[in-house]
């Protein structure tokens, strides 16, 4: 696997003497690099310098002996995805998704259909390949542990031209990131407004690549809200404004350059499609970007994004989609979409360059549509599958030792996991409240897991990545809530009436057998939530009572502001948490609606609940699962 960023015989000639360049201005210099072998690009140089100052930019760059012919349309197609995290194939028991595979297939159609009229079709990632499934577990904790990055390695052999970095690229260190992109990254990673880490990152600012005699100018910009910036492991390492750098890069490279592409991990705030609601509330993202590329741009300039996981132009380029003349596109998340952006340009003799637009997306397909018509199967058996080996190994690694005890036993989870407290939903909740300190948007106060998601551990041997992955077989990601007393006393409330009753087990006559799936929902709360319930004669009676916050009687800060972490799964509103009735309790009980809460009062931070508990097993709790890590009862809650 070859290393990028290396200088090559071009670069000697594509740099000038900058002599008669103002000494009032930073220069970003141009070197030329050879582009990924299975991509497009003919020619291709990097930026080198610091794109986040106040000064002027000027581009030292020689005349690549490319121009747009005068009077001649260019067309461009861009295929672009966005925030993958690691959906390179979703597993699942009754069948796998393969999303790459499907991508790759989609592209190398679209660019062999493309040769045989003479144009291209460029491939871009907008960031976040990384995080957020199993194949994450080969970039490894730690740089020693480090073995590949499988999304760079797969993204490189299905011919992506260029990528960005995303917010979650850095979630485990900029020492990783900087091996991931030198040892599988066949591609330039951007980002122009981070800057100042340590580790002398391979990554550059900008980019100009040439194909078909068109110049592009590419512009990464990452997300400086929700990106480990700043850390004790790279304390140099800072974001600045995003729409400020982008103006200041598209004026310097409008002179260069037919056409500028703005890859933004920011996070799209403009007008939404119909029906589609904002996931943040963000005060600088596409639209104020857009605005200030508008203003120093002399060539055509389009916006593709990432971040807020938005479904944009699914139908074709929407009006509202186009802010102060810039066309932004973004294709959703995890791979369920490829966008699929063509740009037609046309020189005059004036050097003036006009643009029109066509936009839409490409939906992939899942488990139970996908056939093998829909693959590029070579890349799944000669790419993938390889990798997927790899990863089989990896999973087989211990990440820790379990001290065996009662409360760990998967009879004993699987028994207590309904009906009352359990001991290792006490450690996974307390592991992810630990473990939020570590979070870009700082920690939380407390943290719920829902019973159906957990299963005991193996208490034999080594605790290896693939029984945790047992105890937590499913891939929940964390949203975050911010919410009052008040609400949380609601959502307390209505957990009580879900705990399933001593009468009704068929332990004791009844009908429900805790070995199998009880979507009730009820949930176990971190050490700083405690209460008792009180069952009453039937769930219409029972309870909570004695409800305490970080050891405060509830009523006494009914209106004071707390942030939650509950899992994906209720988030999404499973398990009659959307508000409706909850399966196996009498209609007359509405469940809490946390899916309408969280369109009003959470975010998503995209972390695994299972991957944050293995990094508290390996960090916080050195690789030691037992009572003395937090695996115990404590009496958070009681049933009475």
Not at 429 to 437: C, F, M, T
Request: aromatic share 8%; charged share 25%.
């Amino acid at each position: 696997m070859k290393k990028k960023f290396l200088l090559s015989a071009l670069a000697c000639s594509a740099l000038i003497s900058i002599s008669s360049l103002s000494f009032a201005a930073e220069i970003l210099s141009a070197r030329a690099i050879t582009p990924n072998s299975k991509g497009v690009l003919e020619k291709l140089y990097i930026l080198d310098g610091n794109a986040h100052v106040d000064d002027e930019l000027k581009i030292d760059i020689k005349d690549s002996n490319s121009k747009l012919p005068v009077g001649q349309e260019k067309k461009i197609r861009i295929l672009h995805i966005n925030d993958i995290h690691n959906h390179l194939v979703d597993f699942h028991r009754k069948g796998d998704a393969h999303r790459l595979a499907q991508i790759s297939k989609i592209v190398k159609d679209a660019r062999k259909a493309a040769k045989e009229k003479g144009e291209a079709v460029l491939f871009l990632s907008i960031g976040d390949e990384h995080i957020g499934t199993v194949w994450d577990e080969l970039l490894g904790a730690t740089a020693d542990d480090f073995q590949m990055s499988a999304p760079y390695r797969g993204l490189s052999a299905a011919g992506l031209d260029m990528a960005v970095v995303g917010n979650h690229e850095l979630d485990k260190g900029s020492e990783l990131l900087a091996r991931a992109i030198n040892q599988d990254a066949d591609f330039p990673v951007l980002t122009a407004n981070l800057a100042g880490s340590k580790y002398n990152m391979p990554w550059a600012p900008a980019a100009i690549g040439v194909v078909n005699d068109v110049r592009i100018g590419f512009i990464g910009l990452t997300s400086i809200i929700d990106t480990y910036l700043e850390t004790e492991g790279d304390p140099g390492l800072k974001g600045y404004d995003p729409a400020k750098v982008a103006g200041n890069l598209v004026k310097a490279l409008s002179p260069e350059v037919d056409m500028i592409v703005i890859m933004s991990h920011v996070g799209y705030n403009g007008p939404l499609p119909k029906g589609m609601e904002a996931k943040y509330d963000l005060a600088v993202g596409d639209k104020q970007i857009a605005q200030a590329a508008a203003k120093g741009a002399t060539k055509p300039v389009i916006l593709l994004g990432g971040h807020t996981h938005t479904v944009l132009n699914e139908q074709g380029l929407e009006d509202q989609s186009v802010i102060a003349g810039v066309p932004v596109a973004q294709a959703g998340e995890y791979g369920k979409y490829v966008g699929d952006f063509t740009i037609a340009l046309t020189r005059n003799a004036e050097d003036k360059v006009s643009a029109s637009y066509t936009a839409k997306l490409i939906k992939t397909k899942g488990r139970k549509g996908e056939t093998a018509a829909d693959l590029d199967t070579a890349f799944q058996a000669n790419v993938l599958d390889p990798i997927k080996a790899k990863l089989d190994l990896r999973l087989k690694e211990a990440i820790g030792i379990v001290v065996p005890s009662e409360g760990l036993d998967d009879r004993k989870v699987v028994s207590d996991r309904y009906i009352g407290e359990s001991a290792i939903a006490n450690f996974m909740n307390d592991a992810i409240v630990a473990r939020s300190k570590f979070w870009p948007k700082g920690p939380v106060d407390f943290a719920a897991f829902n019973a159906t998601g957990m299963r005991g551990v193996d208490m034999k041997g080594d605790l290896t990545y693939a029984e945790w992955y047992k105890v937590m077989p499913y891939a929940d990601e964390i949203y975050v809530y911010s919410v009052t007393g008040q609400q949380i006393k609601d959502i307390i409330e209505d957990n009580a009436r879900r705990l399933v009753r001593p009468e009704e087990l068929n332990s004791n006559g009844g009908a429900l057998d805790p070995n199998k799936f009880i979507p009730r929902g009820f949930q176990h709360y971190s050490s700083g939530i405690r209460y008792e319930v009180e069952l009453g004669k039937n769930p219409l009676e029972t309870k909570a009572r004695n409800i305490t916050l970080n050891g405060k009687p509830i009523d006494t800060v009914l209106g004071k502001m707390f942030n939650i972490a509950f899992n994906s799964y209720v988030a999404n509103g499973r398990e009659g948490f959307s508000g409706g009735v909850i399966k196996g309790l009498p209609e007359q009980i509405k469940g809490y609606d946390l899916k309408g809460l969280r369109e009003q009062a959470a975010f998503n931070t995209y972390f695994l609940y299972r991957g944050q508990i293995i990094n508290y097993i390996r960090e916080n709790a050195k690789g030691v699962v037992s009572e003395k890590t937090g695996a115990r009862y404590d009496g958070r809650v009681v049933v009475k």
